[in-house]
Nanobody, 126 residues
Framework: QVQLVESGGGLVQAGGSLRLSCAAS????????MGWFRRAPGKDREFAAA????????AYADSVKGRFTIASDNAKNTVYLQMNSLKPEDTAVYYC???????????????????WGQGTQVTVSS
């Protein structure tokens, strides 16, 4: 059974940084793509970043490009989202997701992902 567990959320001032972690278990993830999504209060869930565990290819939403970095640690079966220069509009619940994928593909739509974590709250104060 696939399990994704996020951690690292919290309260931070604008301009600060946080690093989210997503610990994956239950199978071998070398043929998976991993995504980070977020849901702000009153808004739909939106794509933030994705990484292909096999190729290392990455993709970012325009709203986070240049500020967020997604990375994977294969030995630890963990995916990270380093978030710098945080803004109040980054406040949301952040979710990790997994989807079987060929090496060249990345996925940016929530409905394409099969497995989800429970989410971790990120709050950025102004």
């Amino acid at each position: 059974q696939v399990q994704l567990v996020e951690s690292g959320g919290g309260l931070v001032q604008a301009g600060g940084s946080l690093r989210l972690s997503c610990a994956a278990s239950g199978r071998t993830f070398s043929n998976y793509a991993m995504g980070w999504f977020r849901r702000a209060p009153g808004k739909d869930r939106e794509f933030a970043a994705a990484i292909n565990w096999n190729s290392g290819n990455t993709a970012y939403a325009d709203s986070v490009k240049g500020r967020f970095t997604i990375a994977s640690d294969n030995a630890k079966n963990t995916v990270y989202l380093q978030m710098n220069s945080l803004k109040p509009e980054d406040t949301a619940v952040y979710y990790c997701a997994a989807h079987p994928s060929p090496p060249e593909r990345l996925w940016e739509r929530a409905h394409e992902y099969d497995y989800w974590g429970q989410g971790t709250q990120v709050t950025v104060s102004s």
